[in-house]
């Protein structure tokens, strides 16, 4: 059974740091690219970052360039986002997501991905 889990959101002063993991089960991670989108509150889902299998070729929504870095750890089948310089309108439930295909080529790639976790929640106020 194909699954993802995410973990590591959390309560964050502005400014601090958070970093987001993606463990995959039911499939072998490093095949394939992932990707990470939030949704908040009344807003749409959008696309945070995608990295892609092989390649490890990395995109970025405009305003995490700088901020986010997305990595995988094969060997944990894991994919991470570590996002810095956190902002309150990063407050959102952030998500990863594949279609098991090996590249993507924007940071939205997978909004109609076939294969989501559930969720971290990740606030950022004081």
């Known amino acids: 059974q194909v699954q993802l889990v995410e973990s590591g959101g959390g309560l964050v002063q502005p400014g601090g740091s958070l970093r987001l993991s993606c463990a995959a089960s039911?499939?072998?991670?490093?095949?394939?690219?992932i990707g990470w989108f939030r949704q908040a509150p009344g807003k749409e889902r959008e696309g945070v970052s995608c990295i892609s299998s092989s390649s490890g070729r990395t995109y970025y929504a405009d305003s995490m360039k700088g901020r986010f870095t997305i990595s995988r750890d094969n060997a944990k089948n894991t994919v991470y986002l570590q996002m810095n310089s956190l902002k309150p309108e990063d407050t959102a439930v952030y998500y990863c997501?594949?279609?098991?295909?090996?590249?993507?080529?924007?940071?939205?790639?997978?909004?109609?991905?076939?294969?989501w976790g559930q969720g971290t929640q990740v606030t950022v106020s004081t």
């Open positions: 997501a594949t279609d098991r295909t090996r590249y993507c080529y924007s940071s939205s790639y997978y909004l109609r991905g076939d294969y």
């Open positions: 039911g499939f072998t991670l490093d095949y394939y690219a």
